[in-house]
């Protein structure tokens, strides 16, 4: 059995939603492959931005803000 054509694509795996919130779309919630391919999904430039803007939004949040 091959891989989803969807395997590893950030905005399939996990797109932006209604208010630009990204969400598992629910196909996702029922596949048995769902972590390893969100994995890979954040592992590309455009998960690993996501991921950096995400650590500096939380920042502001966080400890290191009040600082």
Partial sequence: ???KD???FLDKVFPAGAGGMREVPPLCRECAERLECLKAALSTG???ELRARAAERSGEKGIM???
């Fill in 65 to 67: 803000g009040k600082l």
């Fill in 6 to 8: 969807c395997y590893g």
């Fill in 46 to 48: 455009e998960g690993i």
């Fill in 1 to 3: 059995m091959g891989r």
